[in-house]
Each structure stands twice: as structure tokens, then as C-alpha cells.
């Protein structure tokens, strides 16, 4: 079965549309369209996509947005030209899911697709800098909720209680968890997800 995208972009950009970038792919069918409104309009006739993919130039530029409630139906990716944590923390904070690079190949930005589309979060390693590893940053829900313990302060002990689950389990998330933020230790976990917006 295809996996179904909704694109809101402006056809007009300077950029190559992400349909005509992945239209060689297979299992993926596409609809597009220029607006947030008119992406809520065709969800509302039948039209419910996978994924809802937008351009970064199209997110609402703050909360509350009257169309935006219209899309939470399926999750959001925020596809970006240019790697600024500045407008991937923007899209994060109004609910995106997450913030793929426009120059990345196909499959990589399928694969984030389908990552976003299985109830994960998903950051391009272009947004980490120069010295980010080569790999996508792609944290699982646990990994989230440890980063969110983390950054609350919580023990590897306190943790593992409130999450029901071994505190050897715990250090093995946070070990993941900084190796995926290319961070140095816990604090440093921290510091990084506060300054991308992920908690």
C-alpha cells in the first residue's frame, strides 16, 4: 500500500517541489497543494494523507493559527532549505513532528517520512552543525521520555521508577540518547534538546 503525502509548498519557490524530488520512488502517492486552508479543505472531503509535509515558508508564524488545528489529524513534517535550528525550533514549537532538509537524496527523506509517520520525531543531522555525526537524528518515544526526565533533572534512578522499567535499561537510553545528540554527557543532552526545541 502507498503511503500518502500531502504537500503544502509554494510551486512558485526557487526550489525543485519535493514531488518532482521523489517521483521516482515507488510506494508513495502524492497530493499538493499551496496552502495550509486548502490542504484542511481536502482532509475535510476524504482526502486524510499519511504524512502532511509543509514548506517552511508556510508554517504559521504563531499560535493560534485558524487553519492549523485542521491538520492535527496526521502528523507533520516541515521541510527546510536552508539548516536553521531558528526555524526548526519555530516548527517543532507548533507541532511539527519533524524538520526534514529539501537537499536531502529521496530516500532519505522517505525513510524520515516513515519515521514521522510511525510516531517518532525526526531532526536532519544538517540541523546539528558541522561536527554532527552523518546519521539522522531520530529519537524513539522512550528516548524522548528519558530526554524529558533528563531535562526535568531526574536520577537514572528516579526514571527508571517513573517509568516502570530497570535503571540498567535507563543508562542504556540516555547512552543512545546523547549518541544521537552528538553530546558529551547527560547535561550536555539537555542543553542540546532545550536549544532544538524538543522539550
Same mark, same amino acid.
Given at each position: 500500500? &502507498?503511503?500518502? %503525502?500531502?504537500? $503544502?509548498?509554494?510551486?512558485?519557490?526557487?526550489?525543485? *517541489?519535493?514531488?518532482?524530488? +521523489?517521483?521516482?520512488?515507488? !510506494?508513495?502517492?502524492?497530493?499538493?497543494?499551496?496552502?495550509?486552508?486548502?490542504?484542511?479543505?481536502?482532509?475535510?472531503?476524504?482526502? %486524510?494523507?499519511?504524512?502532511?509535509? $509543509?514548506?517552511?515558508?508556510?508554517?504559521?508564524?504563531?499560535?493560534?493559527?485558524?487553519?492549523?488545528?485542521?491538520?492535527?489529524?496526521? *502528523?507533520? =513534517?516541515?521541510?527546510?532549505?536552508? *539548516?536553521?535550528?531558528?526555524?526548526?525550533?519555530?516548527?517543532?514549537?507548533?507541532?511539527? &513532528? !519533524?524538520? $526534514?532538509?529539501?537537499?536531502?537524496?529521496?530516500?532519505?527523506?522517505?525513510? &524520515?517520512?516513515?519515521?514521522?509517520?510511525?510516531?517518532?520525531?525526526?531532526?536532519?543531522?544538517?540541523?546539528?552543525?558541522?561536527? =554532527?555525526?552523518?546519521?539522522?537524528?531520530?529519537?524513539? =518515544?522512550?528516548?524522548?521520555?528519558?530526554?524529558?526526565?533528563?531535562?526535568?533533572?531526574?536520577?537514572?534512578?528516579?526514571?527508571?521508577?517513573?517509568?516502570? %522499567?530497570?535503571?540498567?535499561? $535507563?543508562?542504556?537510553?540516555?547512552?543512545?540518547?546523547?549518541?544521537?545528540?552528538?553530546?558529551?554527557?547527560?547535561?550536555?543532552?539537555?542543553?542540546? &534538546?532545550?536549544?532544538?526545541? +524538543? %522539550?
Amino acid at each position: 500500500m &502507498a503511503t500518502k %503525502v500531502l504537500i $503544502i509548498e509554494d510551486p512558485q519557490g526557487r526550489d525543485i *517541489p519535493l514531488e518532482m524530488h +521523489l517521483r521516482r520512488e515507488r !510506494g508513495v502517492a502524492f497530493q499538493s497543494t499551496n496552502s495550509i486552508p486548502s490542504a484542511v479543505a481536502l482532509m475535510a472531503e476524504g482526502e %486524510v494523507p499519511d504524512i502532511c509535509v $509543509i514548506g517552511a515558508e508556510k508554517l504559521p508564524k504563531s499560535l493560534p493559527c485558524a487553519h492549523w488545528d485542521g491538520l492535527s489529524e496526521v *502528523p507533520i =513534517a516541515v521541510l527546510q532549505s536552508q *539548516p536553521t535550528l531558528w526555524t526548526a525550533r519555530g516548527a517543532l514549537k507548533v507541532g511539527a &513532528a !519533524g524538520v $526534514i532538509m529539501r537537499n536531502e537524496s529521496p530516500r532519505t527523506i522517505l525513510r &524520515a517520512l516513515r519515521f514521522i509517520i510511525s510516531g517518532e520525531r525526526y531532526l536532519s543531522a544538517q540541523l546539528l552543525g558541522d561536527d =554532527a555525526p552523518l546519521v539522522e537524528l531520530s529519537l524513539s =518515544a522512550r528516548e524522548m521520555q528519558v530526554l524529558e526526565s533528563i531535562c526535568k533533572g531526574l536520577t537514572n534512578k528516579e526514571i527508571a521508577l517513573a517509568l516502570s %522499567v530497570q535503571e540498567v535499561t $535507563i543508562k542504556l537510553h540516555v547512552k543512545a540518547v546523547c549518541r544521537k545528540l552528538n553530546a558529551r554527557n547527560r547535561t550536555h543532552a539537555a542543553m542540546i &534538546a532545550r536549544d532544538l526545541g +524538543l %522539550v
